[in-house]
Nanobody
C-alpha cells in the first residue's frame, strides 16, 4: 500500500518554528516532485511549497517565501518543511503531496498521492 505519512505538527507560539516531515512507504518517490499544501478551517486547500525530484528546484507560495524551506532526502524517501517565523494565519492541516508533474502540486489539481495531513496550530 502506497502511503505518504506526515509528522511534526503541533502547537507553537507566533514567531516560533516547526519542522514537518513526510515519509513515503509502499514505493519510492525519489524520482517524483513532492510538495506541501495546507487547508485552514473553512478555506480551500492551498499550495505551500514544492521541490523537484533532485532537490535542485524549489517553489513557494508568496505567503511563505523567506519563512519556509522545503528539502528532501531521497535516500530516506522523506521530504521536509522547515517553518520559521510562524504566524497565526499559518494555522492549518498540512498535507504532503507527490506527483510526476510539479505543476499539479502547485495547482493542487490532479495530484496522484496525498498524505492524510498533520495539524499545525500557531497561537498569537
Amino acid at each position: 500500500q502506497v502511503q505518504l505519512v506526515e509528522s511534526g505538527g503541533g502547537l507553537v507560539q507566533a514567531g516560533g518554528s516547526l519542522k514537518l516531515s513526510c515519509t513515503a512507504s509502499g514505493r519510492t518517490f525519489s524520482s517524483y516532485p513532492m510538495g506541501w499544501s495546507r487547508q485552514a478551517p473553512g478555506k480551500e486547500r492551498e499550495f505551500v511549497a514544492a521541490i523537484s525530484w533532485s532537490g535542485i528546484s524549489t517553489y513557494y507560495a508568496d505567503s511563505v517565501k523567506g519563512r519556509f524551506t522545503i528539502s528532501r532526502d531521497n535516500a530516506e524517501d522523506t521530504v521536509y518543511l522547515q517553518m520559521n517565523s510562524l504566524k497565526p494565519e499559518d494555522t492549518a492541516v498540512y498535507y504532503c503531496a507527490a506527483d510526476v508533474d510539479v505543476r499539479r502540486i502547485q495547482k493542487n489539481s490532479g495530484v496522484a498521492y496525498w498524505g492524510k495531513g498533520t495539524l499545525v496550530t500557531v497561537s498569537s
